[in-house]
Structures are given as structure tokens and as C-alpha cells.
């Protein structure tokens, strides 16, 4: 089964950065992507790559600020975030799934069979 581990959250201030991580037990996954939920709300899709073709699918809230990408070897998949707003602050959780079927497009929870633990992301 795949087994995902994220890193690199923290506290940064307002138009910051941060670069999370994450690292990926099985490099078959046909698409992966990031997911965030603040507290009393729902989670919420942020960013999905489709590794065939690498396409890249934002949610309107972080367009020309996140950037989802992938090494070469898939291994390893990263969200690079810049002009952090307060907004953005959430718990940020990294999902996989192996399914055939997948739709990337709809940055939706249900597509995705493994998650990892999460990373705390606060922005002030």
C-alpha cells in the first residue's frame, strides 16, 4: 500500500513562503494531489497533478500563488506557496490514489484512497 509523510509547514508571516513536502512509498501513483482544512470547516481540495501528463489543477483561492509539482522519479511530491495570506492557514494533508479512473480535475477528496498525516500551515 502507499504510505505518505508530509513536511515542511511552520508559522510564516503574511506574503511569505513555504515549501511543503511529500514523501511517497510507491512511485505508481497516477495522481496526487494537497488538501487543507481549517478549523470548523470543511476540507477543501488545493492543488492535483496527473502524473501521465502533468497537468496541474488549482483552486481558484491560491491560482499564480501555489505550485504543485513532482521529481522525476515521483517519488517525492511538493507544494511551493508564496504570498501567503491568513487565509491559508489549515492543516495541509498530501493524498495519492492508484485509481484509473481519477478525475483531477474536480480537486475532490472522494478520488483519493491514501493520505498522510498532515502538516500544520499557519500564517499571521
Known amino acids: 500500500h502507499v504510505q505518505l509523510v508530509e513536511s515542511g509547514g511552520g508559522s510564516v508571516q503574511a506574503g511569505g513562503s513555504l515549501r511543503l513536502s511529500c514523501v511517497v512509498s510507491?512511485?505508481?501513483?497516477?495522481?496526487m494531489g494537497w488538501f487543507r482544512q481549517a478549523p470548523g470547516k470543511e476540507r477543501e481540495g488545493v492543488a492535483v497533478i496527473y502524473s501521465n501528463s502533468g497537468n496541474t489543477y488549482y483552486a481558484d483561492s491560491v491560482k499564480d500563488r501555489f505550485t504543485i509539482s513532482q521529481d522525476s522519479a515521483k517519488k517525492t511530491l511538493y507544494l511551493q506557496m508564496n504570498s501567503l495570506k491568513p487565509e491559508d492557514t489549515a492543516m495541509y494533508y498530501c493524498?495519492?490514489?492508484?485509481?484509473?479512473?481519477?478525475?483531477?480535475?474536480?480537486?475532490?477528496?472522494?478520488?483519493?484512497?491514501?493520505w498522510g498525516q498532515g502538516t500544520q500551515v499557519t500564517v499571521s
Open positions: 493524498a495519492a490514489s492508484r485509481g484509473l479512473l481519477v478525475r483531477p480535475w474536480l480537486l475532490s477528496s472522494a478520488d483519493y484512497n491514501y
Open positions: 510507491d512511485s505508481s501513483p497516477n495522481c
